[in-house]
């Protein structure tokens, strides 16, 4: 049987769809089964999942989603959306405000900083981006993982 050389990656191109990041979920964990990687499901089903609800929720247009497994032992999941604001979440050196205790929306950006082992986000609009817009980024590590 073949099997993908590290590094591999696969993207997925979203609508701007209520229903897109359960579909994404879903692939998702398809691509972490078939790669043996089903230990890092729950964490990164929870990164992708709030970078893609914010995505839906702030951007306009469609999103996609990235999965890469590029290093030893670490996965990125990344969304890509149509609007280049970089939410205050992920702004860097800006100060974490929580949200109250009983609002009802603001504990995604929080949720992934706090379960990512590293995050960040990259602004798409130097010349030669063609479709502008935003990349937001989160790593997962696998213990004891080289590659997968």
Known sequence: MATVSP?????????HDPRAPGIARVT?????AAHQLSELTP??????SELLTNAH??????????????????????VWDTD???????????????????AEHGRGL???????DAWGVSVLRELGASRGGK????????????WG
């Open 43 to 48: 964490t990164a089903e929870l990164l992708a």
């Open 84 to 102: 280049p604001t970089v939410p205050s979440g992920f702004r860097e050196g800006a100060p974490v405000d929580l949200p109250q205790r009983d």
């Open 135 to 146: 990349l937001l980024w989160a790593e997962c590590r696998a213990a004891g993982r080289a």
């Open 110 to 116: 929080h949720l992934v900083r706090a379960c990512a």
């Open 57 to 78: 929720l702030h951007a306009p247009g469609p999103s996609a989603l990235r999965v890469l497994w590029a290093e030893p032992g670490r996965l990125q999941v990344a």
């Open 7 to 15: 590094p591999w990656s696969y993207t997925l191109q979203l609508p």
């Open 28 to 32: 998702l964990r398809a691509v972490l």
